[in-house]
């Protein structure tokens, strides 16, 4: 996902010289989704740190060659970022002070209790994660800001010419008209002024491009559902996108208004649509589909709000060559593209970009090469005293509840995390894995059962439909759930999930995971 924040597992380090603790509460911690380096002595803990500088350092105060809050200044002195929990074998008050004299956030006695364990990596995890996501949005924030500049300067640049640019357009379109309507119906002229006037015609839609970027084009924003823009858009766009690609739309009767140009969200679907077609030369499927959304944070996960956000989502998914993490990352920058010199300007997706920002909106990019696009366009509901909810697909906070064991696998850190918590706050006990390699291992090792597998359908390495099949083998009672980015039509389309798989497509609200969860325990075989 492209506007989704990504980030490791906790890396945590346990330096101790018993054998015996350091595997235990290693083990403990990889089988709830952290990622713990030991070490016997001080000396090779600074080594591990010196390499991959740890989140977490759980250090016995009694070690070999050096005193723990000795090895602890000297992690600082290495990572100011690198917090300390300090592990003693007597709870005096001393070794506290003096733990947190040396920066210790927290320290544990031994024997360690395990809860108590899980809980200081969690709040450890949630600290790290937090600065890891505000230097992320601030990285994102200077990538936009780049992009940025880079329209300004296209849209003083386009502003400059437009107004000359155009007056020769019309002059153009106007004599040539004028010679074709003069001109007999069997001239061969005729078909050479008409190449003129398509011509001039593709420069004019150049130019609404150019004057989007630049913000000099008049906006006329007003109420408008979707609904009506696409049902008015079919036709045109199945001759656009041609024959050998299958459209399909699918949209919600009760969906809410948006306020936004109604030209330029046709010239969004219309950029939007010739991309996917020529993603897929070779033909495939195109699915166009407009509904209520309603999520606890914003698309971008750059801020959340108690109340929550009311969107209309415009989502296009095709089953064409999708793109890796390189290409996604610059496919908003003005002048960039893929495509052969005569086929493309580059302007297309900033052009979409620029007008879903003017807009007030957010738009979030699914691909994955070989796996097809989605786009998702986020634009804030227009919602008052009049406005239909039932599209919102509200949840009652009881009506996800359980306490069966869920094994949760998600590569995005800040999905997992929100789902894991999300999930226990609902009362399930939640086991989380980063991949889906070793979401197959917790299921190997885990001695109890569980009940649901939640799984993101593309991870790295194993993808989600392989993680079920592989458990499914040695639990064939676990019910999964299929977690995406993409529709369901489009994981379906192209094989990544059979027919009536449980499925919940991304983003989605707290709520609406838990009662898809309950859902999917509840299903009959």
């Avoid at 990622?35 to 803990?45: D, I, K, L």
């Avoid at 009662?515 to 509840?522: I, N």
């Amino acid at each position: 996902m492209q506007c989704a924040l990504a980030t490791e597992p906790l890396p945590i380090l346990v330096v101790d010289d018993d054998n015996a603790i350091i595997r235990t509460l290693a083990d403990i911690l990889r089988l709830h989704g952290y990622a713990p380096s030991v070490a016997a002595t001080g000396e090779e803990g600074l080594n591990i740190a010196r390499r991959h500088s740890p989140a977490l350092a759980i250090l016995d105060l009694r070690l070999p060659d050096m005193n723990g809050l000795e090895l602890a200044a000297r992690l600082h002195q290495l990572s100011q970022l690198t917090e300390v929990v300090v592990l003693t074998g007597n709870a005096s008050v001393e070794s506290a002070i003096g733990a947190l004299r040396e920066h210790s956030v927290d320290y544990l006695v031994k024997p360690v209790n395990v809860d108590r364990l899980l809980q200081v990596a969690s709040l450890a995890s949630e600290r790290w994660h937090l600065r890891q996501t505000q230097e992320q949005l601030r990285d994102s924030d200077e990538r936009f800001r780049r992009i940025a500049q880079r329209m300004d300067a296209v849209g003083r640049l386009a502003s400059g010419i437009s107004h000359d640019f155009k007056n020769m357009l019309s002059a153009i379109t106007g004599f040539s008209e004028s010679v074709h309507s003069n001109l007999p119906a069997n001239d061969p002229l005729r078909g050479e002024v008409e190449e003129i006037l398509k011509a001039a015609g593709k420069a004019e839609g150049l130019t609404r491009q150019l004057l989007a970027l630049s913000k000099e084009q008049v906006l006329q924003p007003q109420n408008v559902r979707l609904n009506d823009v696409i049902m008015d858009m079919e036709r045109m766009l199945g001759h656009l996108i041609g024959k050998n690609v299958e459209l399909r739309v699918r949209t919600d009767p009760d969906l809410a208004q948006v306020k936004i140009d109604p030209g330029q969200v046709e010239q969004v679907i219309v950029n939007l649509c010739m991309n996917a077609r020529d993603a897929m030369p070779a033909g495939g499927r195109l699915t166009i589909e407009a509904r209520n959304v309603e999520l606890d944070q914003s698309p971008s996960q750059a801020h959340a709000s108690d109340a929550p956000f009311q969107y209309v989502m415009l989502a296009l998914s095709d089953t064409g060559e999708g793109m890796d993490a390189e290409t996604k990352a610059r496919i908003f920058e003005p002048f960039f593209t893929t495509k052969a010199p005569d086929k493309g300007t580059g302007l297309g997706l900033a052009t979409v970009y620029g007008v879903v920002k003017q807009s007030g909106g957010e738009i979030c990019v699914y691909s994955e090469k070989g796996r097809g696009t989605t786009f998702k366009i986020f634009l804030p509901a227009v919602v008052d005293a009049t406005t239909h909810l039932g599209g919102w697909g509200r949840v009652d906070s009881g009506s996800g509840t359980g306490s069966e064991t869920i094994l949760l696998a998600e590569d995005e850190p800040a999905i997992r995390r929100l789902a894991k918590r999300t999930l226990e706050r609902f009362g399930y006990t939640v086991l989380t894995a980063s991949n889906g390699r070793e979401a197959v291992e917790i299921a190997r090792t885990y001695e109890g059962t569980i009940h649901l597998l939640v799984t993101d359908l593309m991870m790295p390495g194993l993808n989600g439909t392989e993680v079920a099949r592989t458990i499914r083998r040695s639990r064939p009672r676990v019910r999964v759930l299929f977690l995406s980015g993409h529709s369901d039509a489009t994981v379906v389309y192209d094989g990544r999930m059979e027919q009536g798989s449980a499925f919940l497509e991304k983003p989605f609200a707290s709520g609406a995971l838990a009662r898809k969860a309950r859902e999917t325990l509840d299903r009959e075989n």
